[in-house]
């Protein structure tokens, strides 16, 4: 959707490693955000951002990092990878051209920490 | 903070039966969107139906129909004819009107299972 790559599509790591996962986009759009979905919780907003080098803060950004330096690609970092944070993570774009555009979702990454 | 509440966990539907997902919100703003997503075991994102809520025609698309109460604060979805490739979770969002994040505010989700 929205030519929207997550990598990598699965990963499992020990705690206390960092990780990062990548969300490439191919449709120029201004908005880029990391979700995580967890059983029971539905998706919640880690951190967004809204142009090159622009970011913040979504409801669950503790013990994650995002950097944006290009408009194609946002990249989620968790700088010492914990048990709580085995989720998948989930990549969107916008480009909210009215108000009522959609968020585009790339295919998801299922990380596991062990 | 604006919520998301989708009280059924799980539900299911016999093939060909029309099936109805509820959902409410709790918002102080009078302008805000609303959106239906398909999640299949694919894990992919599908978006189902969107809905402005100055609106008050409720929208639709083929099969899907939503059911906007806006004084209840209320956005069900209507399946019509269900068919076994509408398996899957379903989240109901919201987002604001107007600049900011265009972030949207997901409920937990529904699993519909379609029985054959």
């Known amino acids: 959707d929205a030519g929207i790559t997550q990598s990598p599509r699965h990963k499992v790591t020990e705690t206390g490693t960092p990780v990062t996962l990548r969300c490439h986009q191919t449709e120029n759009h201004r908005y880029m955000y990391w979700y995580r979905q967890d059983p029971g919780h539905g998706l919640r907003l880690i951190h967004y951002?809204?142009?090159?080098?622009?970011?913040d803060k979504g409801e669950v950004s503790d013990g994650y990092s995002v950097s944006r330096s290009k408009t194609e690609d946002f990249l989620l970092t968790l700088e010492s990878a914990t048990s709580s944070q085995t989720s998948v993570y989930f990549c969107?774009?916008?480009?909210?051209?009215?108000?009522?555009?959609?968020?585009?979702f790339g295919n998801g990454t299922r990380l596991t920490v062990t | 903070a604006q919520t998301v509440t989708q009280s059924q966990p799980e539900m299911s539907v016999q093939e060909a039966e029309t099936v109805t997902l509820s959902c409410t919100y709790d918002t102080s703003e009078s302008d805000y969107y609303l959106f239906w997503y398909k999640q299949p075991p694919s894990r992919q994102m599908i978006l189902v139906i969107r809905?402005?809520?100055?609106?008050?025609q409720n929208a639709t698309e083929n099969r899907f129909s939503v059911n906007f109460q806006k004084a209840a604060k209320s956005f069900s979805l209507k399946i019509s004819d269900s068919q076994l490739g509408d398996a899957a979770m379903y989240f109901c969002a919201y987002r604001r009107v107007g600049a900011g994040s265009y972030q949207l505010t997901f409920g937990k989700g529904t699993k519909l299972s379609v029985i054959p």
């Open positions: 969107a774009t916008t480009n909210p051209q009215s108000d009522n555009s959609p968020l585009h």
């Open positions: 809905q402005e809520a100055y609106k008050q």
């Open positions: 951002s809204y142009g090159v080098k622009d970011t």
